[in-house]
Structure formats: C-alpha cells, structure tokens
C-alpha cells in the first residue's frame, strides 16, 4: 500500500484492514506421464528434466502378512512429495479423496512408513505410488525410488563438510563454508554455523509461524560446490530462542537419514567479529540464501555488499541494529552479516523500504544472551 504524507508533520500511527478475495485454487492434477511397476528392493532412478514430467507414477504388490512399508526417496536435487493409495491410481495430490497418505516435509530425501497399526493401515494387495513436485519452477529434479516390506531401506553413504580443500579458497570462500540453509514446516532461512560440534544462529522468525515454533526435524544444508544449491545433511533441533530479539540457537543432532553424527566430525564455523568496532562505511557483506537467488525453488549462496549505512540504538544506549545498504531479501533471514575481515558480525533479519530507497538491518552478535554464547563459545 502506498499511503502519501498529508503535510509536512507526521501524520502519526494508521491501522489498516485489508481484506481480498481469492478463488479456490485448483485441485494439483495428479502425475502425468507412464505407470511403471516397481518390484520390492528394486532402486529406480528418475530424471524428471529429461521426461518434462513433474512427478514418476509407480505401482507395486505387498505380499500377505507383510508387517510394515518403507517408501524412501535418495538422492534427491530438488523437493518431492510422496502419494500412497491403495488399490487405485492416485487421482489429485491436494484432495483427500485422491489418495490416502501423503509425504510432504521440507525433507529432500522424503519418507513415507505404514504398519499394520498406521491410518490408513497396510493391508495387502496392489498400491500405487506417486512422487511428484508439487513447486512449479523446478527443472532440475533427479531422485532415486525404494520400497521395502518388513525392514528399512537402506539409505546412502553422505560425505560430511568440509568440502572444499582450504588453499583453493578466497577468504571470503573459506568464511562461506560456515553459512547454512534451514528448513522446517516453518519455512526456511540461513543460519551461521557457531562451532565445530554442531551449534548454528538463525532468527526466530525462520522457525516459527502463527505462535507455533518449529523445535526438531529442522533440516540444514551444506554448500558442496558454490554454483549449485546446498546439500541437505543434517537434522537440528532448537536449544534456544527469543521472540524480541528474533533470534533462535540451534544445534545439529543428527544426519538426514537420522543417523548419530560420525565420532570426530567437525564443521566448519565462522569467528565472531566485533559489531561495536564498525563505524559508518565501512565494508559488509552479507550471505545467505535468498529466494531472489536463482530460478527455481532451491538456491545457491548469494552474497551482496555494501557498507554500514548507521545504527540504532536501544533505550540503553547499545547497539541494536546495523543497517546497511547491501540487499537483504526474503531468504537472507537468519543468515550472516560480516565485516571486512569476514568475521561475523550480525544476523541480517530484515528490510525496510520507502520511496525505493532500501535499508537492510541486522541483529549484532553482541545480543546474543551471554548463556548462550557459553554454549557454543566453549566448542569451538
């Protein structure tokens, strides 16, 4: 909304109702292209760029007395969701009556489980299987299909960070190793990594919605080759969060398949920086994974920079925001402020616009409670 300035005095606070109508949105036709039989144990692997489908369309056969089911996706490039039906062709993936349970998480790598006990329960007989994107703008979605009765799939090998070999890196290369995508049924964010063991900051907003904070399955990428999205590895939960500062702790506690973290692993982790120590132009980049990023639904790390534009001060008289030039967009949230010498020192949080002018706002490291820090401070 655009609302001009009366006068020349402040025109004060305006509360403002907005209300729209919008159509109901078309039932998400089921998968088109050939129903393919899958035999149990059996991997299969799916090119969807190379078919122009948006999902793959299988049917397999349960044997009598099997106990439980195991759907697993591996390998996947881009996000797909799972439709089980039983006895019929999967019809719609956003109508109830279209099928009978579905998968649909944040999770690359999607799962789906049925035992003898579930809703809808596993019975015997011929079920079909639909995997399929439900984001319009991907292209690029490749994925391997398993299904097993009576006993899990199992699931891939993962390499673990770091990456890249640190004599072929620019310092600012080396520093971007540390900076992370998150993901939930919250939405998803950037997030720094804090310590070799694990510990990571986002802002609070990237795993809440609508009162409800998302505490476990948070899932983290690592970037493997900085052309190319991040690679989903991890699964964190929340240790801490703080609505008024809009920041949230979390800590890595396993990997994606839901495997205990290797003996040894360390990841790789940004040095705080020193935000008091900043004055007006001086040099900040910040990192992340905005939505602006790329063309489809998974990004890889955009960096922009700019230099600080000024302060805000709270009614203590520290330190409450950076503000800065540099772009910070939708995706950014969570993600990382450094200065010159890439340390880390704010988390980008939000953006305010008037007249096309920007202004980008970031949380200083120096908010960050003192029992946290302890934390994380200690791993390192």
């Not at 004055?279 to 920079?305: C, K, M, N, Q, W």
């Not at 402020?337 to 949080?349: E, H, I, L, Q, T």
């Amino acid at each position: 909304l655009d609302i001009a300035r009366a006068g020349p005095s402040d025109v004060g606070t305006i509360d403002l109702d907005v209300r729209f109508d919008a159509p109901e949105p078309e039932p998400l036709p089921a998968t088109s292209g050939p129903l393919r039989d899958i035999a149990l144990g059996e991997r299969v692997s799916v090119d969807l760029y190379e078919t122009g489908d948006r999902g793959a369309r299988f049917r397999f056969n349960v044997p009598p007395n099997a106990r439980s089911l195991d759907v697993r996706v591996l390998g996947a490039s881009r996000d797909v969701d799972l439709f089980l039906r039983k006895g019929a062709v999967i019809t719609s993936h956003s109508e109830d009556d279209g099928y009978d349970i579905k998968g649909v998480t944040t999770r690359l790598n999607e799962r789906l489980e049925l035992t003898r006990d579930s809703t809808p329960p596993l019975t015997d007989g011929v079920w079909y299987l639909d995997v399929a994107s439900l984001v319009g703008s991907d292209e690029r979605i490749a994925f391997d299909v398993v299904i097993a009765v009576d006993g899990e799939v199992e699931a891939d090998e993962l390499s673990f960070p770091p990456y890249f070999d640190d004599d072929d890196l620019t310092p600012l290369e080396r520093a971007a190793q540390a900076i992370v995508q998150v993901s939930s049924e919250n939405g998803s964010g950037s997030a720094t990594m804090l310590s070799a063991d694990g510990y990571l900051m986002t802002n609070h907003h990237v795993i809440e919605q609508d009162g409800a904070v998302q505490r476990d399955d948070i899932f983290v990428s690592f970037t493997t080759d900085f052309d190319e999205p991040p690679e989903q590895i991890f699964v964190a939960e929340l240790v801490e969060t703080d609505e008024e500062l809009d920041l949230a702790l979390l800590r890595i506690t396993r990997d994606i398949y839901d495997r205990p973290l290797p003996a040894g692993l360390r990841l790789p982790y940004l040095e705080l920086g020193d935000p008091e120590a900043l004055r007006h132009g001086d040099l900040l980049y910040i990192a992340g994974f905005p939505s602006v990023g790329g063309f489809e639904s998974r990004t890889s790390l955009s960096v922009t920079r700019g230099i600080v534009s000024g302060f805000v001060n709270d009614v203590h008289g520290n330190r409450e925001w950076i503000k800065t030039d540099a772009r910070i967009n939708a995706g950014n949230s969570g993600g990382t402020a450094m200065d010159a010498n890439f340390g880390y020192v704010g988390v980008p949080s939000r953006e305010r616009i008037a007249d096309d002018d920007e202004l980008g706002y970031s949380r200083p490291v120096t908010t960050i409670p003192a029992a946290w820090r302890a934390l994380f401070e200690s791993r390192r």
